[in-house]
T-cell receptor, first 114, second 113 residues
Framework: GPKVLQIPSHQIIDMGQMVTLNCDPVSNHLYFYWYKQILGQQMEFLVNFYNGKVMEKSKLFKDQFSVERPDGSYFTLKIQPTALEDSAVYFC????????????FGEGSRLIVV | GDSVTQTEGQVALSEEDFLTIHCNYSASGYPALFWYVQYPGEGPQFLFR???DKEKGSSRGFEATYDKGTTSFHLRKASVQESDSAVYYC????????????WGSGTKLIIKP
């Protein structure tokens, strides 16, 4: 099926530092998403993004979080500054359309904040 | 608000057993329904979807039928294999809202060899 690539697969970072997670979505997809999953728990929606703008975000999408996709390159999630509770696996997803459409996920970026 | 309920947190079966994982939903509109599978250390993989009442989705031997009357989308497989061990998520997506996927809590399937 369609592939979403995420870089890095793992990152360990000191609390308070900045981290950027990168996502290369499916090539013709227009909508992009970030989800957070703490080990053993279910996926939690963070944000969706279209045409250069955040369309919807959840309460988990704190002020320290930001997303962008400059010039059609990687879709990024930046956390600045990081906190211990940000430790999780972050999944990027993309879809061709929005309402009712199928999301395709990457393999995740495991973030450990120490 | 919309929600998805998976009643089984974990299901343990032997190879060649019949599988049922229950999924019930609550939605104000007429949602699309999805099944995703997540293997350890990987992202969720799309299995299949259904968008209207009585529509059957299927993939890799798994199937589910959209039932608007019972608000259900139960996952079934006639004969499971050890390689089916994973976490299975039911999800819904609304057609008429600025939506995000609403996920169930997941069901861990353990297949004993």
């Amino acid at each position: 099926g369609p592939k979403v690539l995420q870089i890095p697969s793992h990152q360990i970072i000191d609390m308070g530092q900045m981290v950027t997670l990168n996502c290369d979505p499916v090539s013709n997809h227009l909508y992009f998403y970030w989800y957070k999953q703490i080990l053993g728990q279910q996926m939690e929606f963070l944000v969706n993004f279209y045409n250069g703008k955040v369309m919807e975000k959840s309460k988990l999408f704190k002020d320290q979080f930001s997303v962008e996709r400059p010039d059609g390159s990687y879709f990024t999630l930046k956390i600045q500054p990081t906190a211990l509770e940000d430790s999780a696996v972050y999944f990027c997803a993309s879809s061709l359309a929005l309402r009712g459409n199928t999301l395709y996920f990457g393999e995740g970026s495991r973030l450990i904040v120490v | 608000g919309d929600s998805v309920t998976q009643t089984e947190g974990q299901v343990a079966l032997s190879e060649e057993d019949f599988l049922t994982i229950h999924c019930n939903y609550s939605a104000s509109g007429y949602p699309a329904l999805f099944w995703y599978v997540q293997y350890p250390g990987e992202g969720p993989q799309f299995l299949f979807r259904a968008s209207r009442d009585k529509e059957k989705g299927s993939s890799r031997g798994f199937e589910a039928t959209y039932d608007k009357g019972t608000t259900s989308f139960h996952l079934r497989k006639a004969s499971v294999q050890e390689s089916d061990s994973a976490v299975y998520y039911c999800a819904l997506g609304e057609w008429d809202s600025n939506y995000q996927l609403i996920w169930g809590s997941g069901t861990k399937l353990i297949i004993k060899p």
